[in-house]
């Protein structure tokens, strides 16, 4: 729910309000993101939806739109600490792709990390990392800091 509202409606609703909000959505038949399991058990989490459902994208400086297409966004992950390093982010990129074509998009955006030659706490790394999304397909838009990026991938043709 971070991406999805503004950091005074995060910080009001922390905990058990901001849990309930997600299942809110999820019960209105929207689809906010891909779970990725490991037989039965949840082992990450990808985050994807149009730009426009996510209040801090609309707010942030650094991470303004490039320019007025439509894009759908991949705002953030969960990968779970055994599950590391074994390309579940590279399957949930694969997948969030997917997904957002098959429900009309035609670009999709993220706002990944770029971690430099020094270690980059995994904390920190919630958005992804640069590589993986290169490796998935992905081209640099942008980079508004030295530590980010704005990468797309078009995962559908272009009307004509």
């Keep these: 729910m971070w991406w999805r509202q503004t950091a005074k409606e995060f910080a009001a ?17 929207e689809e906010p993101g891909i779970l990725a399991y490991d037989r039965n058990q949840a082992v990450g989490w990808v985050a994807v939806a149009p730009r426009s459902s996510y209040a801090r994208l609309a707010r942030s400086r650094t991470l303004r739109p490039i320019d007025d297409q439509p894009v759908w966004s991949i705002s953030c ?12 982010m590279r399957a949930l990129i694969d997948a969030a792709c997917d997904a957002a074509k098959a429900r009309g ?22 958005t992804g990392t640069l590589d993986a999304f290169l490796d998935a397909g992905f081209t640099i838009a942008s980079r508004p800091s030295e530590r980010r990026a704005v990468v797309r991938r078009r995962v559908a043709a272009r009307a004509v």
């Excluded at 309000?17 to 299942?23: C, F, M, S």
């Excluded at 998009?105 to 919630?126: L, S």
């Design 13 to 29: 609703g922390r905990g058990e309000p901001n849990r309930a909000a997600l299942r809110e959505i999820v019960e209105r038949g």
């Design 105 to 126: 998009a035609e670009v999709v955006e993220a706002y990944p990390v770029v971690p430099g030659d020094d270690h980059y706490p995994d904390a920190f790394a919630f």
């Design 77 to 88: 992950f969960f990968v779970a600490k055994t599950h590391r390093r074994r390309g579940v």
